[in-house]
Nanobody, 116 residues
């Protein structure tokens, strides 16, 4: 069974940093692309960053230069390092694979709250 568990969220002041973790079981990251998504209250879920099975990373314009996606294949964990956080980054953050996104299957996410 494929499982993804997000962690690392919390309350931080604007300008602060957090590192989110996405621990996988049931598959290995070098077989799948992984994306970090976020959903703010009253808004659509949006894609924040992706990392391909080959390790190529991409980031949404809204977070480029502030967030960085990476992975540790040995630990089967994907990270989202977030710097210079803004109140508009407040959201529940999720990691997921394209296949699970296609069937609308999501984990519990991790809450990030940025205070001004």
């Amino acid at each position: 069974e494929v499982q993804l568990v997000e962690s690392g969220g919390g309350l931080v002041q604007a300008g602060g940093s957090l590192r989110l973790s996405c621990a996988a079981s049931g598959f290995t990251f070098d077989d799948y692309a992984i994306g970090w998504f976020r959903q703010a209250p009253g808004k659509e879920r949006e894609l924040v960053a992706t990392i391909t099975s080959g390790g190529l990373a991409d980031h949404a314009d809204s977070v480029k230069g502030r967030f960085s996606i990476s992975r540790d294949v040995a630990k089967n964990t994907v990270y989202l390092q977030m710097h210079s956080l803004k109140p508009e980054d407040t959201a529940v953050y999720y990691c997921n694979t394209p296949r699970r996104v296609a069937v609308d299957s999501w984990g519990q996410g991790t809450q990030v709250t940025v205070s001004s």
